[in-house]
């Protein structure tokens, strides 16, 4: 199975479904990631920049993805961006990649890029659309410190229906997120080991395994 990751910044996938990455790529499943957003100058130093690269590059290599896309747009401006200026190269990467399964971004987070690829997402994978990109199934992921902020709100909820075991793969997704050394929290932030344990301990609870992680499912077509 082709499984394609949909992160708006680099980190987003790791802490939203990296234990089920982890898991998809024990089962022999063959993993993509489409990273949205990059850091650019002056908000950030080159140096900066040239770190967070680099983080991408070892993380690429942690998961063993096949494929990395990075569409550059700039962080924290999307909605400045025209959204077929996103649609179009969301909707050509898909069309190459034919994942079976999309992981993205809740669309009620309240980071305002989050919203806005969800939206652009959804716009490439309407339901008569999905079947020749090849996608079956549409995944949202939570991401600590965008979903859990979001207001709570009927529209902006984050409603899990989706449960996986990641019992195996708590220590590893925790390892691979040390290695956002630019985006990473000590405890007790959101970011933070133990909000990441924490949150996975919960969710676990919901299937009575140690550690589990949770979807929105959004579509399933076959």
Known sequence: MRVLAI????????LGCGGTLLRHHAGGDSLF??????????MW??????????????????????????????TARLDTVP????????????????????????????????GVVFTA???????FYMARLG????????????TDAAPILPGRQFMPVVYRDIS?????????????ETEYQADPMPRGPASIRALARHRGATLGVDYAEAFMLIRDVE
């Open 83 to 114: 959204q077929n200026d996103l649609i179009a190269p969301l909707r050509d990467a898909i069309s190459e990649v034919r994942p079976e399964v999309v992981y993205v971004v809740h669309g009620g987070d309240v980071h305002t890029d989050h």
């Open 135 to 146: 996608v079956h199934r549409i995944l949202c992921y939570e991401t600590l410190s965008s």
């Open 121 to 127: 997402t959804m716009s490439v994978l309407k339901p």
């Open 168 to 180: 195996s793969f708590i220590d590893r997704k925790i390892e691979i997120m040390s290695f956002y």
């Open 33 to 42: 990631w489409l990273i949205v957003t990059q850091a650019y100058e002056p």
């Open 7 to 14: 992160s708006v910044h680099p980190d987003d996938e790791t």
């Open 45 to 74: 130093s080159a140096d900066v920049i040239a770190r967070k690269s680099a983080e991408v590059e070892r993380v690429a290599s942690a998961y063993a993805f096949e494929w990395v896309m990075r569409l550059g747009m700039p």
